[in-house]
């Protein structure tokens, strides 16, 4: 099992313990993508402004 498989179950999971039922396993996976594109650019953003710090004088 993909660790995307596994964040969309987690979070399949945790929506239904909490009462939401309207999401489907798809809708889990896209919003599981999105997520992880978020935080993939978030950590580029993040590299190039500590690389930026260390450059300034």
């Known amino acids: ?3 995307k498989a596994m ?3 987690i979070l399949q ?3 239904t313990l909490r009462g939401v039922h309207s999401l489907t396993p798809s809708d889990c ?3 599981v993508e ?3 594109e978020q ?3 978030l950590e580029l953003c993040l590299a190039a ?3 930026a710090d260390k ?3």
Request: aromatic share 4%.
């Open 7 to 9: 964040m969309a179950t």
């Open 34 to 36: 999105l997520l992880i």
């Open 1 to 3: 099992m993909s660790v």
């Open 29 to 31: 996976d896209d919003i």
């Open 39 to 41: 935080l993939r650019e």
């Open 13 to 15: 999971n945790q929506l």
């Open 55 to 57: 450059r300034e004088p």
């Open 49 to 51: 402004r500590e690389f």
